[in-house]
């Protein structure tokens, strides 16, 4: 089988792992990704994963409720932690080797995050998921998603979303929005599209780093993609 992509980094958003639930994580929804996943891996695929945490906490949230902005962050990127040892305890039930790594120390439950080591576990065919950010407050799971790929050099960000691409509009609330198979990232700027918070698109855009937009959760997408099959949008330079 030929592969189109050796070594990705897979988004995926916290709230994606609640399935129909309104908080927390569904343990059906994290076995179907576990799945997806070690299938990607038995192809021969080195998977990095950055996974968000507004299932459990949003650090914008805690403004409302008197929480100071980086605090709330803060207690975001641990949320961020304990959805990765979930993901890690799904993965490693469904038999795939995996490392979990934080930009926050807690040596007792992760590594700290090395750069030189999270490449040497993938060229292992270890899956890497990283944890806690970027370590930092005031920046998002995206830009750690993009400052991860581009330190680890994955090949492309893979963001797995409930939506299956990139819509001139959000196509749950606009029923007339039209899907892009590709488009450049300068036009998503020029159309404020919502693809990525800003820090991460522009750290993709200047270190060509091509974002593909696509539904996580339709099974067979991410084998699909990773045989180079069209599937969800691709944004490229």
């Known amino acids: 089988m030929q592969l189109k992509y050796k070594r990705i980094l897979l988004k995926l958003s916290g709230e994606a792992l609640m399935g129909e639930q309104n908080y927390g994580i569904d343990p059906k929804r994290l076995q179907e990704y576990a799945s997806a996943i070690k299938e990607a891996v038995d192809m021969g695929v080195q998977v990095a994963i ?6 459990i906490f949003r650090g914008m949230a805690g403004e409302g409720a008197g929480i100071e902005r980086a605090q709330g962050d803060y207690m975001g990127m641990l949320a961020t932690v304990i959805n990765g040892m979930a993901l890690q305890s799904a993965l490693e039930n469904a038999g ?9 120390k807690m ?7 090395i750069r030189r080591r999270a ?7 270890r899956i890497v998921i990283f944890g806690a950010g970027t370590g930092n ?28 691409g990139v819509y001139t509009s959000d196509p749950e609330k606009d ?6 198979e590709t488009i450049s990232f300068k036009d998503v700027i020029a159309k404020n599209l919502n693809v990525m918070d800003m820090t991460a698109f522009t750290l ?4 060509h780093l091509p974002i593909i937009v696509f539904d996580m959760n339709k099974k067979g997408n991410l084998k699909q993609l990773l045989i ?10």
């Not at 040596?107 to 995050?113: L, S």
């Not at 029923?175 to 892009?180: G, I, Q, R, S």
């Not at 993709?204 to 270190?207: A, F, L, T, W």
């Not at 180079?228 to 330079?237: C, F, P, R, S, Y």
């Open 119 to 125: 490449i040497r576990h993938l060229e292992k065919n």
């Open 137 to 164: 407050p005031y920046f998002t799971t995206d830009t750690a998603a993009s400052l991860r790929a581009i330190e680890t050099e994955a090949e492309v960000i893979l963001k797995g979303t409930r939506v299956d």
């Open 50 to 55: 950055v996974i968000g945490g507004g299932n």
């Open 96 to 104: 795939c080797y995996t490392r979990l790594m934080s930009a926050i």
């Open 204 to 207: 993709c855009e200047e270190n």
């Open 107 to 113: 040596e007792q439950i992760c590594e700290p995050y």
């Open 228 to 237: 180079g099959e069209k599937v969800g949008t691709l944004v490229t330079n």
């Open 175 to 180: 029923k007339t929005a039209t899907k892009f």
